[in-house]
């Protein structure tokens, strides 16, 4: 995929998304959510944007690797976010605890994060193409509680 913004030309080369479930078994139950959560109005994901350097003393270690293993051991730890979000009675919602797992996506975008500078604001297409959605993830019940996208920049 390409992007342009002001010129700027750049891929994001993106694997299919695998389901990173917990290392360790975890118990099959209902957890209810707080009020707050159950106020009507249209549930929505909020898309979070990280940027981290390299770590020298993690060379030759492959990132993707480790973050995806760190993942499934703190799943085991933090389980209800490897379930899915149901309505049980009166709307009320619950997560349920399925060690379903949560969406991993690999990708390489061939460009420099210095050269983004202001482009990566909110609404801008740096951003968006970025920020990929895998489709069929973006709904609220029945859906992945996190997509992960770790991307490798040049």
Same mark, same amino acid.
């Given at each position: 995929?390409?992007?342009?913004?002001?010129?700027?030309?750049?891929?994001?080369?993106?694997q299919?998304?695998?389901?990173?479930?917990?290392?360790?078994?975890?118990?099959?139950?209902?957890?209810?959510?707080?009020?707050?959560?159950?106020?009507?109005?249209?549930?929505?994901?909020?898309?979070v944007?990280?940027?981290?350097? +390299?770590?020298?003393?993690? &060379?030759?270690?492959?990132? /993707?690797?480790?973050?995806?293993?760190? *993942?499934?051991?703190? =799943?085991?730890?933090?389980?209800?976010?490897?379930?899915?979000?149901?309505?049980?009675?009166?709307?009320?919602?619950?997560?349920?605890?399925?060690?379903?797992?949560?969406?991993?996506?690999?990708?390489?975008?061939?460009?420099?994060?210095?050269r983004?500078?202001?482009?990566?604001?909110?609404? +801008?297409?740096?951003?968006? &193409?970025?920020?990929?959605? /895998?489709?069929?993830?973006?709904?609220? *019940?029945?859906?992945? =509680?996190?997509?992960?996208?770790?991307?490798?920049?040049?």
């Open positions: 995929m390409s992007t342009s913004s002001s010129s700027m030309l750049f891929t994001v080369t993106r299919e998304p695998r389901l990173v479930v917990p290392v360790e078994p975890t118990p099959r139950e209902l957890k209810q959510l707080s009020d707050i959560d159950d106020q009507e109005g249209p549930g929505f994901q909020i898309p944007i990280m940027f981290y350097k +390299s770590n020298p003393f993690m &060379e030759g270690e492959d990132p /993707v690797r480790v973050i995806k293993e760190g *993942l499934a051991k703190a =799943l085991s730890f933090y389980y209800p976010f490897a379930g899915r979000l149901v309505e049980g009675p009166n709307r009320k919602l619950l997560v349920d605890c399925t060690r379903e797992g949560v969406l991993f996506v690999e990708a390489d975008a061939e460009v420099e994060l210095n983004l500078g202001d482009a990566i604001l909110p609404g +801008s297409p740096v951003l968006e &193409e970025l920020l990929h959605g /895998v489709p069929g993830s973006d709904g609220i *019940l029945g859906c992945p =509680l996190l997509l992960l996208q770790v991307e490798l920049a040049t």
